[in-house]
């Protein structure tokens, strides 16, 4: 079993990324709000070389929130979850988002 983890910056695709895997077989999973680390810098006023990278990230209107994705699943379904995910987002793209997965030793509740 795994943990795969998507930390997607274009929120807007949560909605056809749960349609997509839920086609191909995909239906569990926990969609979570975060807050990227820039907008936590951004609003550093007493650290001075923060004011400088401040103007750099003012142009990314995105950059606030950010949606974490967590999906326990086997070996099978990751790799179907990961190429569905990949086509959505496009992860080779820059700030798109970032997937990986980490081995899960059990799991307790899933259902029968």
């Known amino acids: 079993?795994?943990?795969?983890?998507?930390?997607?910056?274009?929120?807007?695709?949560?909605?056809?990324?749960?349609?997509d895997l839920a086609e191909e077989?995909?239906?569990g999973?926990?969609?979570?709000?975060?807050?990227?680390m820039a907008s936590v810098i951004e609003k550093m006023d007493d650290i001075p070389i923060f004011s400088m990278i401040k103007t750099l990230l003012a142009e990314?209107?995105?950059?606030?929130?950010?949606?974490?994705?967590l999906f326990v699943m086997n070996d099978e379904e990751m790799e179907r979850a990961r190429k569905?995910?990949?086509?959505v987002v496009g992860l080779d793209q820059p700030n798109t988002g970032i997937m990986f997965a980490l081995p899960v030793t059990f799991v307790e509740g899933l259902g029968a």
């Open 1 to 19: 079993m795994n943990l795969l983890v998507l930390i997607l910056k274009k929120a807007n695709l949560v909605d056809e990324i749960c349609k």
């Open 25 to 27: 077989g995909v239906h």
């Open 29 to 36: 999973g926990t969609i979570l709000d975060g807050v990227g």
């Open 60 to 69: 990314d209107d995105e950059r606030d929130t950010v949606k974490v994705m």
């Open 84 to 87: 569905t995910i990949k086509d």
